[in-house]
């Protein structure tokens, strides 16, 4: 099956998902953060499947594979950002676990993107 839009793409749909997941942690965090990890943290997610629907967008493979680069880095950065509110008592990890689940199972399905793209085009 030929992708038509970065809507069909696993990835993508799993990656609204975490920022939905993301939003929704966040409202816990303290009002005081508001402009600080809430901020951040809301910004990574976004980041997300942003870069996989630009990437998608993109006019050489070449292009797509940055683009689940920077995604995937975002992921990873949603990861720290969820573990550095827990040390803060922003959160427990009852509530954060379903958000590090989901970036989890994003990241697998972007190296999963980015194995099946050709490496040289």
Excluded at 19 to 39: D, H, I, N, T
């Amino acid at each position: 099956m030929v992708v038509q839009s970065y809507k069909q793409l696993i990835a993508w749909q799993k990656a609204i998902d975490l920022v939905v997941a993301v939003y929704k942690l966040s409202e816990q965090f303290p009002r005081s953060e508001l402009y600080g990890l809430s901020s951040q943290i809301r910004k990574a997610a976004v980041s997300v499947p942003s870069n996989i629907a630009e990437g998608q967008a993109r006019l050489s493979t070449g292009e797509f594979r940055q683009f689940l680069g920077n995604a995937r880095g975002s992921v990873v950065e949603v990861q720290t950002q969820v573990l550095i509110s827990e040390r803060l008592g922003f959160v427990d990890a009852m509530d954060s676990g379903p958000v590090m689940q989901s970036a989890v199972e994003v990241q697998c399905l972007i190296n999963g993107l980015l194995k099946a793209l050709p490496s040289r085009v």
